[in-house]
């Protein structure tokens, strides 16, 4: 067995035993630079604060998606099903990445490129081979580039956790 096929295995057997994490992170979206906190549930559930001066605050069920600016009490509601940011939110999705992906290791990192309708990379941490973030081309051609350290693993959330917000 070679090395990348190694480190693969290796970044396999820690998302089978993955159910959550909760992370700090950084997004850019272009050129627009993000901060928060978040708590992703695998299937499909995420819940993001961010640091901004609306007290955004992102939530994720399924295929559903709402953000709320809790400043101006006002919650906008979004159809994510095209999203290639949802292969993120499904451990089958993210194993087929990790296991089909071309693998890239440097001294820090190891990146799984992955090409079907978008590219995604997806990058683990080369020591402990936890997950560190990901690169999406989106949809409306928005590079992504999300960074994350995690703080908690396979922490419980109630289903509220994820509760969708009224529209208001």
């Not at 959550?20 to 630079?33: A, P, R, V």
């Not at 949802?86 to 993210?94: A, C, H, T």
């Not at 590219?119 to 683990?124: G, K, L, N």
Request: proline share 2%; with cysteine.
């Amino acid at each position: 067995m070679n090395l990348n096929a190694n480190e693969k295995k290796q970044i396999v057997t820690n998302l089978e035993n993955l159910n959550s994490l909760e992370f700090t992170f950084n997004q850019l979206i272009n050129d627009k630079k993000e901060k928060g906190t978040c708590i992703l549930q695998f299937p499909g559930k995420l819940k993001c604060n961010y640091f901004d001066d609306k007290q955004k605050e992102l939530v994720i069920n399924d295929s559903k998606l709402a953000i709320t600016q809790k400043r101006y009490d006002k919650t906008y509601h979004y159809s994510i099903s095209k999203s290639p940011f949802l292969n993120m939110l499904y451990k089958d999705k993210l194993l087929e990445i990790v296991k089909s992906g071309k693998i890239i290791i440097s001294d820090q990192v190891i990146k799984l490129i992955y090409l079907q309708e978008d590219e995604i990379t997806v990058i683990f941490d080369k020591k402990t081979q936890d997950l560190k973030g990901w690169n999406i081309l989106d949809q409306y051609n928005n590079k992504i580039n999300f960074s994350l350290k995690i703080i908690t693993k396979n922490d419980n959330y109630t289903k509220d956790t994820f509760r969708i917000p009224k529209i208001n």
